[in-house]
């Protein structure tokens, strides 16, 4: 006799989707080279590039001409390659001009809103004088739901002080450029006092383009390898920790990621030089998954 029996396998309601998604990141730049690039065609297969759209022009036309957006998704795709990345075309020349800001708002808007992604990577940096009032809203939008924003400080060294939107004063982490031992790279802004100075990898980073090997250096290498580390961090805790939907939520928040990011760390030449190894130093991943769970529950 067959008798029906209970789902006891019932798909988790929706607020409990974020238990078994993957992490989001959104980059915002130059597009991607999906026509000649062997890694963009695999990602773009194999969805781990999940999604795409064109903010300069065409919203089909992600395609980049210049470089810089396929440079920086191959370095998310290298460090973090169990996250989805999300594609926004804002240009097609790594310059960008005051036409340029109203497209960067709808495109953050864009990776909030409607892809919903947990992680947004500016690699581009504007003068102070060109805050916009559309961008500070999307990205205080962002913010209030919890997605949290990295961008690039700038390339100008002591001459110049940081870029804008990686110089507001809450709810972006801005990420300056280190050498592979953790040393100043020479790019960087001046360290602020009482402000988070976080660096990591961004000089001589091997790349290629057109079929080509090339070394990139530059704050906005840097910050798509310290958006991944945080990716990274919150794809082990989503494994390694028990927390609930609020616990969840606070440790995808700006404070808690860097809260994180402090624990790895070290103080170097002014600034917070990102070791993630440091989190492991002299520990196991139950004492690391500890670790986020006090940070989430704090």
Known sequence: MIRSLPDTCAAPPPWQTWRTRKIRIAIIDTGIDAENDITMQTALAYGSIKSYRGFAGNEEDFQDVHGHGTHIARLMLTVAPAAELYVAKIANEKTL??????????????????????????????????????????????????????????????????????????????????????????????????????????????????????????????????????????EFARYKCSLDEYEHRRLHSYDSIEEVLHLMAEERQGYHYIMPLRMWDGADDADVAGKLVEIARS
Not at 172 to 186: F, L, P
């Open 97 to 234: 001009d005051s036409s340029a800001l109203s497209r960067i708002a709808e495109a953050i808007k864009w990776a909030h809103k409607t892809m919903k992604v947990d992680i947004i990577s500016l690699s581009f940096g504007l003068d102070s004088n060109n805050r916009n009032v559309e961008i500070d809203k999307a990205i205080f939008n962002a913010i209030s739901d919890d997605t949290i924003t990295f961008a690039a400080a700038a390339n100008n060294g002591g001459n110049r002080p940081r870029a804008y939107p990686a110089n507001r004063r809450t709810g972006v982490i801005c990420i300056q450029a280190s050498d592979g031992r953790g040393n100043d790279g020479g790019i960087s802004p001046s360290p602020e006092p009482r402000k988070s100075n976080f660096s990591t990898l961004g000089i001589s980073i091997e790349s290629r383009w057109k079929g080509k090997k090339v070394l990139k250096s530059g704050t906005s290498f840097a910050t798509p390898i310290a958006a991944a580390i945080a990716a990274n961090m919150l």
